[in-house]
T-cell receptor, first 115, second 113 residues
Framework: KAGVTQTPRYLIKTRGQQVTLSCSPI?????VSWYQQTPGQGLQFLFE???????NKGNFPGRFSGRQFSNSRSEMNVSTLELGDSALYLC??????????????FGEGSRLTVL | GNSVTQMEGPVTLSEEAFLTINCTYT??????LFWYVQYPGEGLQLLLK?????DKGSNKGFEATYRKETTSFHLEKGSVQVSDSAVYFC????????????FGSGTQLTVLP
């Protein structure tokens, strides 16, 4: 069974640009969450999608957005990039059976560098 | 709000040493508790979990017991290996917000041969 797949793995952008990251969850998982990982702030929750609907959102500015498609694949977008957006962006999926326990399966992440 | 406090790292041990990484939490109700591990260049992997008080999670020789009275979930391993070198994260999901994990800051473990 394939795991969570994130693309691209690495990317470099400049301030003011925008970026789109993609995530394919484990087959059959309808819930996809996104986390930002930085050395200073650690792992912070961005948002969660389930069946194309955003169910929960973390404390991030509106420049951070996401969506989920009917095949459960998800994308997140960051507009007007700032230096502080440099981070590892992790996607995670969850099975319906684990919806109340918090157990997540993570991808390897997309490392974004903003210059 | 919910929070997780982890032992500050980095931690450096010799192979076959005993490992303890402390984790305490603050949450309303009875959260589920997790330890995730992140190997270099990889995403997070679930190491073990416990969903109610006094539960013991275990995997790959690692153990952690859910202690409600001390709000703790300390990670232990009796004999570490070089391959255990990684960053370890304690996390919780609280009732009513099970879709969101709250993570500790992570503890870098290095095991020397």
């Amino acid at each position: 069974k394939a795991g969570v797949t994130q693309t691209p793995r690495y990317l470099i952008k400049t301030r003011g640009q925008q970026v789109t990251l993609s995530c394919s969850p484990i087959s059959g998982h309808r819930s996809v969450s996104w986390y930002q990982q930085t050395p200073g702030q650690g792992l912070q929750f961005l948002f969660e999608y389930f069946s194309e609907t955003q169910r929960n959102k973390g404390n991030f500015p509106g420049r951070f957005s996401g969506r989920q498609f009917s095949n459960s694949r998800s994308e997140m977008n960051v507009s007007t990039l700032e230096l502080g957006d440099s981070a590892l962006y992790l996607c995670a999926s969850r099975s319906d059976q684990a919806r109340n326990t918090g157990e997540l399966f993570f991808g390897e992440g997309s490392r974004l560098t903003v210059l | 709000g919910n929070s997780v406090t982890q032992m500050e790292g980095p931690v450096t041990l010799s192979e076959e040493a005993f490992l303890t990484i402390n984790c305490t939490y603050t949450a309303t109700g009875y959260p589920s508790l997790f330890w995730y591990v992140q190997y270099p260049g990889e995403g997070l992997q679930l190491l073990l979990k416990a969903t109610k008080a006094d539960d013991k999670g275990s995997n790959k020789g690692f153990e952690a017991t859910y202690r409600k009275e001390t709000t703790s979930f300390h990670l232990e391993k009796g004999s570490v290996q070089v391959s255990d070198s990684a960053v370890y994260f304690c996390a919780l999901s609280a009732p009513g917000s099970a879709r969101q994990l709250t993570f500790g800051s992570g503890t870098q473990l290095t095991v020397l041969p």
